[in-house]
């Protein structure tokens, strides 16, 4: 066992939920370490239950921090209203909607990402799942 792999102490298994709404994805400001979250109870979002589809998952040695993840990452749209608030503010500063360039740009303002996150960005062409959170906007406008 390397030095690196004794420092972690136990796989942690997250899900990470990317709300989807007219092609774009939220992302918050997290204060403090930046995790994975955005969940209902932390967005004040309602997701459409329909919509809500098993996308990736990656796992994650962060050796650096001694943590290893193994995330599972649902895509979901919203339903009704999609301004997020800030319902936990001493975990998360701000909600932003951003566009799939927006998260891809590795020198944006959207940086650090939770590492989970940035990983499957990185390793996965998200252009399928922005493109129908576009159309899924689209066609409930019609």
């Not at 939220?26 to 109870?41: P, T």
């Not at 979901?76 to 800030?86: C, F, Q």
């Not at 062409?125 to 129908?132: H, I, N, R, T, Y």
């Amino acid at each position: 066992m390397t030095v690196a792999a004794a420092a972690v102490k136990a796989v942690q298994v997250g899900l990470g939920v990317m709300i989807m709404h007219q092609g774009k994805v939220l992302v918050g400001k997290r204060i403090g370490s930046h995790g994975a979250g955005e969940s209902e109870e932390e967005t004040g979002l309602t997701l459409d239950p329909a919509s809500a589809k098993f996308i990736f998952a990656n796992n994650n040695i962060m050796s650096e921090v001694g943590r290893h993840y193994v995330t599972i990452f649902i895509a979901a749209n919203v339903l009704g209203s999609a301004e997020a608030r800030v319902m936990e503010p001493l975990k998360c500063e701000k909600w932003e909607w951003i566009s799939q360039a927006q998260l891809l740009d590795n020198k944006g303002p959207h940086r650090p990402l939770f590492s989970p996150l940035a990983k499957m960005a990185e390793e996965h062409d998200l252009s399928p799942l922005f493109a129908a959170s576009a159309l899924s906007a689209s066609a409930k406008e019609e």
